[in-house]
């Protein structure tokens, strides 16, 4: 007996902050993929830190997605089993930034290739984007095209991140969750019960 | 190390860290304090910063940096008037016990507590669960040895094992975790200026007669100039030849700008690394050194265990091993025992000279084995994971030695106060105490303390890391060069995340962005050393070093902060390439222009 999830729904990767040792190293999986996907090369999750705890920040892969609902060139648009992101329609508005309720949305631009900072113009790079540069809308995009999945769940040394598709959500999140929920409620209310048993008791 | 970081995840009970960002800067023994961890292990952090380690512990001391002798005096204070000490290996395997006791007995949490803002309650309950979960396991890095006490730092530390017992078992000692691959390596093989390459001191005449033996050779008896005390020495003329190698001392060294005017002082330099280092383009030579994959030989890891090495690739050009460089140069001079064939043959000259530690690791063994612990002195020796089993020592009397250490405010009451402290415990001479304190404190003119450290993504001044354009050009979050700011200073100064701020005190400015975070109290900064577009070791101080290791206090500076615009930002960044990425040797104090800036000219 467990739940039926429909199997259009999106998949997304998600991160246990009770295992995430803030070492960075799903960023630096993330940049690499990109890179190698001939992506924009810049992160799509980003480690942030709390008072209470650290983890990385990456699209959840909404159902209702806002970020692909204001997008006027279909740049980020509803796709199967996840939000799509295609950077070359981008046009750099940046209304999908402003929409993303979680900050996941980022615009970047990446270094020009024909420019070599590193050597050329080692002062100029500390300037946020420098002019010539288009920025472009980037966020996680579940590393398409990549064999073997996102790349961050495979980098991550303590195994702090999952790629969580409708299936898994099944199994193991709704699941476990509903059946502990469900087992709160029952004690909490044997609990008042009882307990209004015994109060019962005394006053009579 | 005195334990294997294998024992971590299989019997330690208890880790306590202190002054070690571990998750950032050793994630590989991080991974077995989780893993021991999720077999129930308690985790208690003593550090500056909120770091993750501190996130996920059972018990977090926010300490103010430079406070570890108060803190863990105070827990020792806790573990003696509550009894949880073990008596039987403090009776039969220790001295000075009762030194220690009237040491720490000032120490208590309340008035630690008054003194740091650490919660007293906290403090009893990181002794007791340090106490009570046996074996216990200290693991401590930088944060404990970069002060102007280190030395007692370390000496805390191991009395702290030695009074709960947590020594020669698996999964307790004392652990500094090393920051490179081959540190331990090349201490014991003695590049220190005190220690010959046996691994006893040079003023010890047996052993200088030893090593004189087998290289046929005279000795000086003499201890060679400590590092951090060369730009004195290069100025008076001690000093007229430096051959570098491997290191960056134009960026590591305290007060990094005192260091290249001395450099003016020299008849020659030579930098010997595998790429162009800041120092290297200072240098009036240059020799190209290979990489770890374009060589053979030993790494000697953390844990004291002796890797090989083999030969991946070859080195390009004119790129030689360094032992190869260093032979060259030697046979040029007309030196004779200098004709080695392979790394090989130098490797079985360290187990002659160096029997006790490397004796029975011939190549064959150390490939069968996949590694073995020093010391292992005989070729039936399975090599020593744990040191000191059994509670014995290699002090003379072959027990633990405990030495008290003391804490004082004000730095110039050290001396009176060690005086003191040996009269009041009636210690012989050559009994070793130690009063620490700190060189620097906030003033009306320096308001904020800086602290350094390094981050995950970049490998101390990035001689190598720097290099990585994936690094340069997205991956490296932090990069260039932050300074992690508290909230509540941030919002003092009006600093938002990403402002351009001035970090600047008497020997030098700095310019960076801001990273407000709250990991750190008020009034204190972080910053890194990784990054020549702002290098904290500017303006950290090179006074007052360590009286016995003659380390720099880098985790104490006294600095001020000030909001500057994006024009005056770049401005100093092109004064930075000028004087590092240039062979411009510095001629100390441009204070003309720190002032400029400073009004917001």
């Known amino acids: ?57 990456q699209c959840r892969h909404c159902e209702d997605a806002p970020c692909a609902h204001v997008c006027p060139t279909g740049a980020i648009k509803f796709g199967e089993n996840k939000i799509e992101l295609h950077e070359e329609l981008c046009i750099g508005c940046k209304m999908c930034v402003m929409a993303c309720p979680f900050g996941c949305v980022l ?36 590393c398409e095209g990549r064999e073997g999945g996102p790349a961050c769940v495979e980098a991550c040394p303590n195994k702090a991140l999952t790629f969580i598709t409708s299936g898994k959500m099944e199994n193991s999140t709704i699941d476990g969750k509903s059946r502990e929920a469900v087992l709160d409620i029952v004690s909490m209310v044997k609990d008042k019960l009882s307990s209004q048993k015994k109060d019962s008791g005394k006053g009579v | 190390m005195t334990n294997d970081l294998a024992e971590f995840s299989q019997f330690t009970k208890c880790f306590l860290i202190v002054g070690s960002n571990t998750s950032e800067n050793h994630p590989i023994v991080a991974m077995h304090v989780f893993r021991g961890m999720e077999k129930g292990a308690k985790l208690i952090v003593i550090d500056p910063r909120k770091t993750e380690m501190a996130n996920k512990a059972d018990v977090f001391l926010q300490v103010p940096p430079g406070y570890n002798i108060p803190v863990l005096n105070s827990l020792m204070n806790v573990i003696i008037t509550e009894n949880l000490y073990n008596k039987e290996f403090v009776e039969n395997n220790t001295v000075g016990f009762n030194y220690l006791k009237e040491a720490v007995s000032d120490y208590t949490p309340e008035k630690v507590s008054a003194m740091t803002g650490i919660d007293a309650e906290l403090i009893k309950k990181a002794a ?8 216990a396991a200290i693991l401590y890095a930088m944060g404990i040895t970069q002060f102007s006490h280190g030395t007692g730092n370390v000496w805390s530390t191991s009395n702290l094992a030695g009074i709960t017992g947590n020594l020669g078992i698996e999964g307790a ?42 290289w046929k050779c005279d000795i000086p008896s003499k201890p060679g100039i400590a590092l951090t005390v060369l730009p004195e020495n290069m100025e008076n003329g001690n000093i007229r030849f430096l051959w570098v190698l491997g290191e960056n001392p134009v960026m590591s060294d305290p007060d990094s700008n005192h260091f290249v005017h001395a450099i003016e002082h020299l008849d020659f330099m030579v930098s010997q690394d595998i790429f162009l280092t800041e120092t290297g383009r200072k240098s009036d030579m240059v020799l190209p050194a290979a990489t770890f994959a374009e060589k053979e030989g030993t790494f000697v890891n953390t844990s004291r265990r002796v890797q090989l090495v083999n030969k991946a690739l070859d080195a390009p050009g004119d790129a030689k091993a360094d032992w190869e460089i260093i032979a060259m140069v030697a046979q040029k001079l007309g030196s004779d025992g200098f004709n080695y064939r392979d790394a090989w043959n130098i490797w079985d000259e360290i187990r002659t000279v160096n029997r006790a530690q490397f004796g029975g690791m011939d190549i ?23 040191l000191h089993g059994g509670g014995k020592f290699t002090t003379p009397g072959g027990k633990a030695l405990l030495i008290p250490v003391v804490f004082t405010e004000n730095n110039t009451e050290k001396a009176e106060l060690e005086e003191k402290l040996r009269k009041k415990l009636d210690l012989d001479k050559d009994y070793p105490v130690m009063a620490g304190s700190l060189n620097e404190k906030v003033s009306d003119k320096f308001p904020f303390i800086m602290t350094t450290g390094r981050y995950v993504y970049q490998y101390h001044t990035g001689t190598m890391t720097r290099k990585c354009r994936s690094l340069e050009t997205g991956a490296d979050m932090f990069g260039p060069a932050v300074i992690e700011i508290g909230f509540a200073s941030a919002k003092k100064l009006g600093i938002v995340t990403g402002d351009y701020i001035r970090v600047y005190n008497d020997r030098g400015y700095i310019a960076v962005r801001a990273r407000v975070m709250n990991r750190i109290k008020d009034n204190y900064i972080f910053g890194s050393f ?44 092109r004064e930075k390439v000028e004087q590092f990425q240039s062979d411009y040797i510095s001629h100390g104090g441009e204070s003309e222009d720190v002032n400029l800036i400073g009004k917001g000219a």
Request: hydrophobic content about 35%; some cysteine.
């Open chain 1, 107 to 142: 615009p970047e631009a990446e270094p020009m290739p024909s420019v070599n900072y590193m050597f050329e113009e080692p002062v100029d790079k500390f300037v946020a984007v420098a002019t010539g540069e288009k920025s472009v809308a980037v966020k996680c995009d579940l």
């Open chain 2, 173 to 214: 000692g004392v652990n500094p975790l090393r920051g490179q691959n081959n540190v331990q390596g090349a201490c014991m093989v003695g590049a220190l200026p005190t220690v010959l390459a046996s691994g006893k001191p040079v003023t010890d005449e047996a052993a200088r007669n030893d090593c004189a033996e087998i």
């Open chain 1, 1 to 57: 007996m467990s739940f039926v999830v429909d199997e259009k729904l999106n998949s997304f990767v998600i991160c246990d902050p009770s295992k995430c040792m803030a070492c960075y190293t799903c960023m630096s999986a993330c940049y690499q993929s990109a890179k190698e996907r001939g992506k924009v090369a810049k992160p799509r999750l980003v480690v942030i830190h709390t008072e209470s705890g650290s983890m990385p920040n």
């Open chain 2, 530 to 573: 990784h990054y020549w577009e702002a290098n904290v070791n500017e303006l950290t101080n090179p006074e007052g070093l360590d009286p016995v290791c003659k380390i720099p206090e880098y985790k104490v500076t006294a600095v001020n902060i000030e909001k500057i615009s994006e024009k005056e930002f770049l401005k100093i960044q």
């Open chain 2, 364 to 386: 064959r063994r150390l490939k069968d084995m996949n590694g073995l612990n020093a010391p292992c002195p005989n070729h039936q020796h399975p090599g020593t994971p744990v």
């Open chain 2, 128 to 135: 007791k669960i340090y106490a009570e979960n046996s074996p």
